[in-house]
């Protein structure tokens, strides 16, 4: 098998033929360049981003292949229980150990040593299911992009918007908030606060206090000022679902009628280190309201990075952006190739 080589390769290797064509042009070469840098400062995000969750797989996995000599079922059941402790679903290990299973026997690997590879190897097969994973946000220039974000208190929902907020304006867009959490006064004033830190404009409930207005003024706006970018902050409170699915409801209703076709992401902000009990909330949410992604935060704070492939599983839903550290500049469209590294790169290279 060549998974870990592969990996690297998608990641670090630079495609010789096109440097030399490339190499009269001074200009396309200086771009390269560019492009090369910022993806290996992306990578090493994620390789400080998931350390937590790094250090404590592969410790895992190479104490596991150290203890045993052999491949067999109490290796396996081991295995199955540092899986399961990583976040990752019953069901879905179940389906890794049969592949892996399957796999060895093909290949007929005996030795621990020699396994390692199989099993990232199929953890992330099982998660792109032999199909081309876009995680691409669905946003197009030339036109008023709206993005919903909706999450529990405490998610780090209003803070992940800034973010996002900061990452549009990096590259150029006209961004606008809108705070339309107007159950929270506390989320509406923090949400300001951000916008003031990060120069973006926002619009604020007034005296009527009704989230669906605050949608309203903030297209209006959008519209006549030649946005790009329009995040609107949602509320988050699951105790009254009837109450929130009406409130979501009347929200996406102003916007189609506003934009067709928009919201164009509909997006759950859910902090890793709730593991199931962030599950069980996401499935809550899409009772409630249609959602085209995840934005996962605390990356940084939790040894279970196995919660990514638990959300495709049970949820159908990709992570679209994920929190790996507390900077402004650390929220990151989500990469699986760079994801995988980062998880393994302890593995990958034969320590931890």
């Known amino acids: 098998m060549e998974f870990f080589k592969k990996l690297k390769d998608r990641l670090f290797k630079i495609d010789v033929s096109k440097q030399k064509e490339k190499s009269k042009n001074t200009f396309l070469k200086k771009q390269e360049n560019l492009i090369i840098k910022k993806r290996k400062k992306t990578i090493n995000k994620y390789v400080l981003g998931l350390k937590k969750s790094r250090t404590n797989f592969s410790r895992q996995i190479l104490e596991l292949q150290t203890k045993h000599n052999k491949i067999n079922e109490e290796f396996f059941e081991e295995l199955e229980e540092i899986l399961i402790m990583s976040d990752i679903s019953v069901s879905l290990v179940t389906n890794i150990i049969y592949e892996i299973k399957k796999e060895i026997k093909i290949e007929n690997i005996t030795s621990p040593k020699l396994i390692s590879e199989v099993i990232i190897d199929k953890m992330f097969a099982i998660y792109t299911n032999d199909s081309i994973v876009n995680t691409n946000l ?191 500049e650390d929220l990151e469209e989500f990469s699986l190739d760079s994801f995988i590294y980062g998880m393994v790169k302890g593995i990958v290279n034969g320590n931890i």
């Open 138 to 328: 669905n946003i197009e220039n030339n036109r008023l992009n709206v993005i919903l974000v909706v999450g529990v208190n405490g998610s780090g929902k209003t803070t992940t918007i800034a973010k996002l907020a900061n990452n549009f304006i990096n590259n150029n867009k006209k961004v606008l908030l809108a705070a339309a959490d107007t159950f929270r006064a506390g989320a509406i004033e923090q949400l300001d606060i951000w916008s003031q830190k990060i120069g973006c404009d926002i619009i604020k409930p007034n005296k009527s206090n009704d989230p669906a207005s605050v949608v309203y003024d903030a297209i209006e706006k959008s519209k006549k000022n030649n946005y790009d970018i329009l995040i609107i902050d949602t509320a988050g409170r699951l105790q009254n679902k009837i109450n929130l699915m009406n409130e979501l409801k009347k929200i996406n209703l102003i916007i189609k009628r506003k934009i067709p076709n928009a919201p164009h992401e509909s997006l759950l902000v859910l902090d890793a280190t709730t593991g199931q009990n962030g599950i069980s909330q996401a499935k809550h949410f899409k009772e409630v309201t249609s959602l085209s992604g995840i934005v996962l935060t605390k990356m940084d704070g939790t040894s279970k990075g196995g919660i990514v492939l638990t959300i495709k599983e049970e949820l159908d839903l990709l992570v679209k952006l994920i929190g790996l550290g507390e900077k402004l």
